[in-house]
Protein backbone atom coordinates (compact mmCIF):
# COMPACT_ATOMS: atom_id res chain seq x y z
CA UNK A 1 0.00 0.00 0.00
CA UNK A 2 1.30 3.42 -0.65
CA UNK A 3 1.36 6.33 1.49
CA UNK A 4 1.03 9.60 0.28
CA UNK A 5 4.07 11.10 2.22
CA UNK A 6 6.05 8.32 1.04
CA UNK A 7 5.39 9.14 -3.26
CA UNK A 8 7.46 10.88 -5.08
CA UNK A 9 7.11 15.00 -5.59
CA UNK A 10 5.62 15.98 -8.76
CA UNK A 11 8.37 17.65 -10.45
CA UNK A 12 5.84 20.31 -12.63
CA UNK A 13 4.46 21.57 -9.40
CA UNK A 14 6.77 23.88 -6.96
CA UNK A 15 6.89 24.01 -3.42
CA UNK A 16 4.34 25.46 -1.39
CA UNK A 17 6.63 27.30 0.55
CA UNK A 18 7.41 28.97 -3.12
CA UNK A 19 3.57 29.12 -4.30
CA UNK A 20 3.58 31.10 -0.76
CA UNK A 21 6.68 33.40 -0.89
CA UNK A 22 4.72 34.71 -4.53
CA UNK A 23 1.85 35.36 -3.38
CA UNK A 24 3.17 37.37 -0.24
CA UNK A 25 6.36 39.07 -2.03
CA UNK A 26 5.43 39.50 -5.50
CA UNK A 27 2.36 39.71 -6.10
CA UNK A 28 1.40 41.63 -3.07
CA UNK A 29 4.15 44.38 -3.82
CA UNK A 30 3.15 44.22 -7.47
CA UNK A 31 -0.67 44.96 -7.11
CA UNK A 32 0.16 48.03 -4.29
CA UNK A 33 2.08 49.83 -7.24
CA UNK A 34 -1.12 49.05 -9.57
CA UNK A 35 -3.61 50.01 -7.21
CA UNK A 36 -1.46 53.44 -6.38
CA UNK A 37 -2.90 55.58 -9.02
CA UNK A 38 -6.69 53.75 -9.01
CA UNK A 39 -7.01 54.65 -5.62
CA UNK A 40 -6.88 58.32 -6.86
CA UNK A 41 -9.01 57.76 -9.53
CA UNK A 42 -12.87 59.00 -9.21
CA UNK A 43 -15.11 56.87 -10.23
CA UNK A 44 -16.90 59.20 -12.63
CA UNK A 45 -13.95 58.40 -15.10
CA UNK A 46 -14.73 56.42 -18.01
CA UNK A 47 -11.68 54.37 -17.48
CA UNK A 48 -13.34 53.36 -14.06
CA UNK A 49 -15.41 50.15 -14.95
CA UNK A 50 -12.97 48.16 -16.82
CA UNK A 51 -10.25 48.85 -14.14
CA UNK A 52 -13.13 47.36 -11.58
CA UNK A 53 -13.91 44.73 -13.74
CA UNK A 54 -10.56 43.80 -13.68
CA UNK A 55 -9.61 43.68 -10.01
CA UNK A 56 -12.73 41.86 -8.85
CA UNK A 57 -11.46 39.66 -11.74
CA UNK A 58 -8.36 39.21 -9.89
CA UNK A 59 -10.23 39.12 -6.40
CA UNK A 60 -12.02 36.16 -7.94
CA UNK A 61 -8.86 34.38 -8.99
CA UNK A 62 -7.21 35.01 -5.08
CA UNK A 63 -10.72 33.35 -3.67
CA UNK A 64 -10.09 30.35 -5.73
CA UNK A 65 -6.73 30.06 -4.75
CA UNK A 66 -7.76 30.34 -1.45
CA UNK A 67 -10.73 27.90 -1.89
CA UNK A 68 -8.37 25.29 -2.81
CA UNK A 69 -5.56 25.33 -0.56
CA UNK A 70 -8.37 25.15 1.97
CA UNK A 71 -12.20 25.17 1.63
CA UNK A 72 -13.50 27.82 4.52
CA UNK A 73 -14.18 30.82 4.11
CA UNK A 74 -13.45 33.04 8.08
CA UNK A 75 -15.64 35.86 6.74
CA UNK A 76 -17.52 37.72 3.78
CA UNK A 77 -15.13 40.12 2.20
CA UNK A 78 -15.79 43.84 2.01
CA UNK A 79 -17.74 44.82 -1.15
CA UNK A 80 -15.56 48.27 -1.21
CA UNK A 81 -12.88 47.45 -4.08
CA UNK A 82 -10.04 49.04 -1.66
CA UNK A 83 -10.80 46.97 1.15
CA UNK A 84 -11.44 43.56 -0.90
CA UNK A 85 -7.92 43.50 -2.55
CA UNK A 86 -5.76 43.59 1.07
CA UNK A 87 -8.67 41.08 2.54
CA UNK A 88 -8.45 38.81 -0.55
CA UNK A 89 -4.34 38.93 -0.50
CA UNK A 90 -4.49 37.84 2.93
CA UNK A 91 -6.91 35.14 2.94
CA UNK A 92 -5.31 33.59 0.21
CA UNK A 93 -2.19 33.66 2.13
CA UNK A 94 -3.37 32.37 5.35
CA UNK A 95 -4.98 29.69 3.74
CA UNK A 96 -1.86 28.54 1.71
CA UNK A 97 -0.03 29.08 5.72
CA UNK A 98 -2.80 25.87 6.31
CA UNK A 99 -1.52 23.50 3.67
CA UNK A 100 1.39 20.60 4.51
CA UNK A 101 4.97 21.49 3.04
CA UNK A 102 5.34 17.89 3.59
CA UNK A 103 2.89 15.99 1.51
CA UNK A 104 2.43 19.33 -1.04
CA UNK A 105 3.05 18.15 -4.32
CA UNK A 106 3.28 14.30 -3.51
CA UNK A 107 1.23 12.09 -5.71
CA UNK A 108 -1.59 10.44 -3.92
CA UNK A 109 -1.92 6.82 -3.85
CA UNK A 110 -2.77 5.09 -6.12
CA UNK A 111 -5.38 2.93 -4.01
CA UNK A 112 -7.12 6.37 -3.25
CA UNK A 113 -8.25 6.87 -6.63
CA UNK A 114 -7.78 10.91 -6.18
CA UNK A 115 -6.04 13.69 -7.50
CA UNK A 116 -3.42 15.52 -5.54
CA UNK A 117 -4.71 19.17 -4.92
CA UNK A 118 -0.88 20.28 -5.52
CA UNK A 119 -1.81 21.06 -9.67
CA UNK A 120 -4.95 22.73 -9.18
CA UNK A 121 -3.63 24.88 -6.59
CA UNK A 122 -0.57 25.66 -8.86
CA UNK A 123 -2.67 26.46 -12.02
CA UNK A 124 -5.40 28.60 -9.18
CA UNK A 125 -2.00 30.47 -9.15
CA UNK A 126 -1.53 30.43 -12.53
CA UNK A 127 -5.24 32.56 -12.94
CA UNK A 128 -3.99 34.69 -10.49
CA UNK A 129 -0.91 35.77 -12.26
CA UNK A 130 -2.73 36.11 -15.62
CA UNK A 131 -5.89 38.29 -14.03
CA UNK A 132 -2.59 40.59 -12.93
CA UNK A 133 -1.08 40.32 -16.24
CA UNK A 134 -4.38 41.54 -17.71
CA UNK A 135 -4.89 44.76 -14.83
CA UNK A 136 -1.40 46.65 -15.88
CA UNK A 137 -2.16 47.29 -19.75
CA UNK A 138 -5.04 49.21 -17.74
CA UNK A 139 -3.54 50.65 -15.68
CA UNK A 140 -0.73 51.72 -18.04
CA UNK A 141 -3.64 54.10 -19.56
CA UNK A 142 -3.58 55.99 -16.48
CA UNK A 143 0.06 56.07 -15.51
CA UNK A 144 2.02 55.67 -17.80
CA UNK A 145 5.06 55.43 -15.87
CA UNK A 146 3.65 52.80 -14.32
CA UNK A 147 6.46 50.11 -15.87
CA UNK A 148 8.98 52.01 -14.80
CA UNK A 149 7.94 51.53 -11.26
CA UNK A 150 7.29 48.06 -11.53
CA UNK A 151 10.99 47.46 -13.27
CA UNK A 152 11.98 48.85 -10.54
CA UNK A 153 10.77 45.73 -7.91
CA UNK A 154 12.61 43.47 -9.80
CA UNK A 155 15.36 41.36 -7.99
CA UNK A 156 18.64 43.00 -8.31
CA UNK A 157 21.71 40.56 -9.56
CA UNK A 158 24.19 43.15 -7.50
CA UNK A 159 24.05 41.42 -4.43
CA UNK A 160 25.62 37.56 -3.98
CA UNK A 161 23.09 34.96 -2.93
CA UNK A 162 25.65 33.52 -1.15
CA UNK A 163 28.29 35.11 1.02
CA UNK A 164 31.35 35.74 0.48
CA UNK A 165 32.76 34.51 3.58
CA UNK A 166 30.19 31.48 3.77
CA UNK A 167 31.42 28.13 3.92
CA UNK A 168 31.02 25.97 0.55
CA UNK A 169 28.84 23.77 0.47
CA UNK A 170 29.13 20.03 -0.22
Not at 54 to 74: G, P, S, V, Y
Not at 156 to 165: G, V
Request: glycine share 2%.
Amino acid sequence: METWGENEVMRHVPPIDWISNKLEVDIRRRIDLLWAPVSTMPTADPRWPAVEHAFRAFCRALDRLADIAKHIRNSHAPNDLALHIPWALNHAASCLRTVDAHTFGHRFPVQTHERSKAEPLYAALLVVLQDLDKITPLIREIDPGIDERLLNQTPSLDAPAIAADAPPTA
